[in-house]
């Protein structure tokens, strides 16, 4: 059982950016995936979530309107669409796999090992 984070790198602000997050050996669809991220001396905070039951997300409220989640079933990968990236948005990514859809780390059994995004002039 793994995912497998990528997309991260260095981009200006005002970019975008487009995270994946692939799983093996455990069917993506089957769970609700959340992407978190991480700051340098901050704790992890959730970013965007996707329900495996109705499809509904969740935005923070630092991103909404601006980062997008989308999940392809066929195969299994959740995305992540940044746009309008702010110096505030830099920070490791993480996505997570679990069984309740929520927004705090306790609800994800599964992580990816994050992808780093740096917004930057």
């Known amino acids: 059982v793994q995912l497998q984070a990528s997309g991260g790198g260095v981009v200006q602000p005002g970019g975008s950016l487009r995270l994946s997050c692939t799983a093996s050996?455990?069917?993506?669809?089957?769970?609700?995936n959340a992407w978190f991220r991480q700051a340098p001396g901050k704790e992890r905070e959730s970013v965007s979530c996707?329900?495996?039951?109705?499809?509904?997300?969740y935005y923070a409220d630092s991103v909404r309107g601006r980062f997008t989640i989308s999940r392809n079933n066929a195969e299994s990968t959740v995305y992540l669409q940044m746009n309008g990236l702010k110096p505030e948005d830099t920070a490791v990514y993480y996505c997570g796999a679990g069984r309740n859809y929520g927004t705090t780390t306790l609800d994800y059994d599964y992580w990816g090992q994050g992808t780093l995004v740096t917004v930057s002039s």
């Open positions: 050996g455990f069917i993506l669809p089957h769970f609700a």
């Open positions: 996707i329900s495996n039951k109705d499809g509904r997300t």
